[in-house]
């Protein structure tokens, strides 16, 4: 029903740059939330930053101040630019967002992740 797909991971090095992508498709008839999420090695799956409806952003303190969460509200797409990167943010990060699918109702949907390598 919704299809979410993440790409921009890579390898960089620390005070570097990336930007992540999300692109969600599907039977969607409206987005209400689209966040970034990430995951470490041994750690628990973590909110990175989300952006409501309404245009609202929220980021963990870890990454305020160096990550933008942004969006193309008509192609629904969601963005994370990734700046002054560090050993720590590395992980795999992952896309969810809440829609509402045509006939369906609402429900959330995770992409499969794309990694992010940041070397010291």
């Known amino acids: 029903q919704v299809q979410v797909v993440e790409s921009g991971g890579g390898l960089v090095q620390t005070g570097g740059s990336l930007r992540l992508t999300c692109a969600a498709s599907g039977r969607i008839s409206s987005i209400n939330i689209m966040a970034w999420y990430r995951q470490s090695a041994g750690e628990q799956r973590e909110l990175v930053a989300d952006?409501?409806?309404?245009?609202?952003?929220s980021y963990a303190d870890s990454v305020k101040g160096r990550f933008t969460i942004s969006r193309d509200i008509a192609k629904n797409m969601v963005y994370l630019q990734m700046n002054g990167l560090k050993p720590d943010d590395t992980a795999l990060y992952y896309c969810r967002i809440w829609a509402t699918v045509a006939g369906v109702g609402s429900s959330d949907y995770w992409g499969q992740g794309t990694q992010v390598t940041v070397s010291s």
């Open positions: 952006l409501s409806r309404t245009g609202g952003t």
